[in-house]
């Protein structure tokens, strides 16, 4: 190979290196941004994309493929608060990776790889309030002093399970933290005094699994370093399995903890006893299970009476009894019960609550039993049939279970009840009449299936939510409700105000509402909040005008987005949010547009009208009519003409017509034939036809001008006519007698014609001297004389 393709391969793989380098260099997009937040999560980055904006706030990069953090990465996201990096693979994070993000507020780095923490990262984040380092492979908190310039933080997630030790310096400089989640399952080393120099916390969870089990001296000392008199304590991901681990909690206890959680744990009854007993005497007041897995004894348990007086709410959810059937097995939950004045059992396969412990719940005013196997029998029972039990009861909950009735004598003794939930049960229908308590103020009926309502409905009511059921129509009075939810129901039409005149809050989304109008509205005096979103508009002018405006002068705001109002017809417009609808002025004015275009129309014909008066339209159009016909005619030959002229005249000068012109030009020698209407027209011809045929077969045209001619429209058709044909067959067939002096002033413009004629033309004048008419005559004669009449006049001259 010779130097030169050495070289021309060299500068190749050398351009190829820079190519392949500027690709890696590069960053990916992020699909989903908007203005100011990006989602980038699950979209196999393994590398922080382009910032799309300078403005963004938001960044989620959740569940990438990222095994680093470089130094310029978060260079463009400088006004970045909120930051989630978790379930990545990120390894290495650079010192000064952080330093843009002096708005940060919010840091997710928990699920990740991280097996150092260093506090160079935090350097700059003075503006940060929450930070997530939970489930990393770190052991330690790094070389002490991590969150110290943290001054403003107020939530801390760290631990997980490679956590190992705590040292006293790893909380320096850590002050006002508000929420503590601490997952310390398996941790071995803990020194004293670490977390108390972080102060009060309000909210404590702990995973301190393994210590209950090996370490509970270590658990002793945590617990005495953060409860205090206002703690809400959480613990998670536990096993208490023996009554030694229990033991631990008596700490807590004696502190005064005032709340107690345990989320995802498994208990034993023999712990459950054991924490009983723990819990006696104690100054909690609040105690919660969920996710909770109750483990099936040995033997039946024995519990003596405990003094739980302290004790107001109890929470069970999502708790699962694997002998809930085994009613005497339930003695140790019975004391929970009966002391307290808030109870809530949740999804934790409950079917009954015996009569005989109902009686005993004489302290209960909340009581939660949604979401479990009641029916309308087992309810029966816990209310004792309605003999007066749970008398301090002032809300109820019994949704999701299996009941099929409304039974409303169960709850009648009840004065202290305002407030049932008696949603997603399988009702149907509804009794016509109903017996509630008096004070009853909240009722909820949602998702029930039922088909109509009743008067069983109480008039006491506030609050009624008939939401996702199959009702068409809604008109029971309720003079005292204030909030209505009908939403997700079958109904066209709003109900009617005047039934509600406390309503303020009306819900009446996704139904087959068509339109409402602000009429509509008017009835409802008080209503100033609106959802009625989902519905297959008509989008009328007058609908689009009211959702687009002020609605109701503002005395009515729509609380659901306004994307919701989308438009099933026109169909121009279907698929359109109200917003984007766009109506023309004949859509929205219709009668308006149209009566204008008439008057339009109308004013424009009556316009054409006058021109057409002015200007002599329609005459010109008539002559040119004639003037059309008569072109399709055959010409007459010179021979063929039947008169030497023809007469136009006002019947006013008829007199002087046959007085002196016919005497003159017929009854004297050489004789003239002339052709006057009155005599020569054919009789039932149409007037225009004899005009145009009297020109036609006429040597000259004879015009008697006089005031009386410049009146008659007749005379002013044969005029123009016959200027019409003077032009077309470029002769001069035109004579003017003029009878009288004619001021052109008094020439009505419509005789324009005749002025041209009369200025372009000479014409005889009728001699008031008596001696000049025989001249007149003779001029006459001459003028409309054809000239085979004078070759006769000729010849007879010289044959005599």
């Not at 919010?106 to 700059?124: E, I, Y």
């Not at 370093?225 to 909690?249: G, H, I, S, W, Y």
């Not at 054919?682 to 040597?699: F, Y």
Request: hydrophobic residues 40%; charged residues 20%; neutral net charge.
């Amino acid at each position: 190979m010779c130097f030169t393709e050495i070289r021309i391969m060299t500068s190749l793989v050398f351009v190829l290196l820079l190519v392949s380098q500027s690709f890696s260099l590069s960053r990916p997009q992020c699909l989903r941004c908007d203005q100011t937040s990006c989602n980038c999560s699950r979209q196999n980055l393994m590398k922080i994309p382009e910032a799309p904006s300078k403005l963004i706030t938001g960044l989620d990069l959740s569940f990438n493929q990222l095994e680093r953090i470089m130094k310029d990465d978060f260079l463009a996201f400088s006004s970045l608060r909120s930051l989630t990096v978790n379930n990545n693979r990120i390894k290495t994070i650079h010192g000064d990776a952080f330093v843009p993000l002096i708005h940060l507020e919010k840091l997710d780095l928990s699920l990740n790889q991280l097996a150092v923490l260093s506090s160079m990262w935090f350097k700059t984040l003075f503006s940060l309030k929450y930070l997530n380092l939970l489930g990393n492979k770190y052991t330690t908190l790094g070389q002490g002093n991590l969150f110290q310039p943290l001054k403003r933080l107020k939530t801390l997630h760290f631990g997980g399970p490679f956590l190992h030790s705590i040292s006293k310096l790893d909380f320096s400089g850590l002050f006002g933290l508000e929420e503590l989640f601490f997952d310390g399952k398996n941790l071995q080393v803990y020194a004293e005094g670490s977390l108390r120099q972080i102060g009060p916390i309000n909210h404590i969870t702990l995973g301190l699994s393994d210590g209950f089990q090996r370490n509970r001296a270590l658990v002793q000392t945590i617990l005495s370093e953060v409860v205090r008199a206002n703690t809400t304590l959480t613990f998670t991901d536990m096993l208490f399995f023996t009554e030694k681990q229990v033991v631990p909690l008596k700490v807590a206890f004696d502190l005064g903890l005032p709340s107690l959680s345990f989320k995802n744990v498994n208990m034993s009854v023999e712990a459950c006893l054991k924490f009983l007993n723990l819990l006696e005497d104690s100054d909690v007041i609040m105690l919660a299970f969920e996710n909770a897995k109750f483990l099936a004894p040995t033997r039946i348990p024995m519990l003596g009476s405990l003094n739980l007086k302290k004790l107001e709410a109890v929470f069970f959810k999502n708790v699962d009894i694997t002998w809930f059937y085994r009613f005497p097995a339930l003695n140790f939950e019975e004391p929970l019960i009966n002391a307290v004045r808030k109870a809530s059992v949740i999804n934790a396969m409950l079917f009954v609550i015996p009569c005989q412990t109902s009686v005993e719940l004489k302290k209960l005013e909340f009581l939660d039993i949604s979401d479990n196997f009641v029916s309308d029998i087992a309810l029966i029972e816990v209310m004792c049939n309605g003999n007066g039990v749970l008398m301090n009861l002032q809300t109820f909950n019994v949704s999701k279970n299996l009941l099929q009735t409304i039974n409303s004598r169960l709850f009648t003794k009840l004065e202290r009840l305002q407030n049932i939930d008696m949603s997603q049960n399988s009702f149907t229908t509804m009794p016509d009449s109903c017996y509630w308590p008096a004070n009853l103020q909240f009722l909820n009926l949602s998702s029930s299936h039922l088909t109509m309502v009743t008067h069983c409905l109480p008039e006491s009511l506030h609050i009624l939510d008939l939401s996702k059921n199959y009702l068409t129509v809604f008109d029971i009075k309720l003079p005292l409700l204030t909030e209505l939810h009908i939403s997700g129901n079958k109904m066209a039409y709003l109900p009617a105000g005047s039934l509600y005149p406390q309503l303020t809050f009306l819900s009446i989304q996704n139904n087959t509402l068509q339109m409402f109008s602000s009429n509509d509205l008017h009835d409802y005096k008080q209503l100033t909040r609106l959802e009625a979103g989902g519905n297959p508009y008509i989008c009328t002018c007058d609908f689009v005008a009211l959702m687009s405006g002020d609605l109701m002068n503002q005395r009515v705001s729509v609380r659901d987005e306004t994307t919701s109002y989308i438009c099933e017809s026109p169909d121009t417009e279907r698929g359109k949010t109200i917003a984007d609808v766009r109506l023309s002025v004949f859509k929205c004015h219709t009668i308006l547009a149209f009566s204008l275009l008439c008057s339009g129309i109308l004013a424009l014909c009556l316009l054409s009208a006058a021109l057409c008066y002015k200007f002599n339209i329609l005459w010109y159009m008539r002559m040119t009519w004639a003037w059309l016909r008569a072109k399709r005619k055959p010409k007459l030959r010179k021979g063929a003409l039947d008169f030497d002229a023809f007469v136009s005249y006002s019947e006013m000068d008829s007199g002087w017509v046959e007085a002196h012109l016919l005497l003159a030009l017929e009854q004297t020698e050489p004789q003239l034939k002339l052709c006057l209407h009155k005599r020569d027209f054919v009789p039932g011809g149409w007037i225009l036809d004899n005009i145009m045929d009297a020109i036609e077969k006429s040597h000259r045209t004879i015009f008697v001008l006089s005031r009386h001619f410049v009146r008659s429209e007749w005379c002013k058709y044969e005029l123009d006519y016959t200027h019409f044909r003077l032009f077309d067959q470029n002769d001069d067939r035109v004579v003017l007698i003029l009878l009288e002096p004619i001021d052109a002033k008094n020439i009505p413009k419509r005789f324009s014609r005749l002025r041209r004629v009369m200025n372009s033309r000479t014409y005889l004048e009728w001699p008031h001297d008596e001696n000049q008419i025989p001249v007149f005559w003779e001029s006459l004669r001459t003028a409309i004389t054809r000239p085979e009449t004078v070759n006769e006049v000729k010849e007879n001259e010289t044959f005599i």
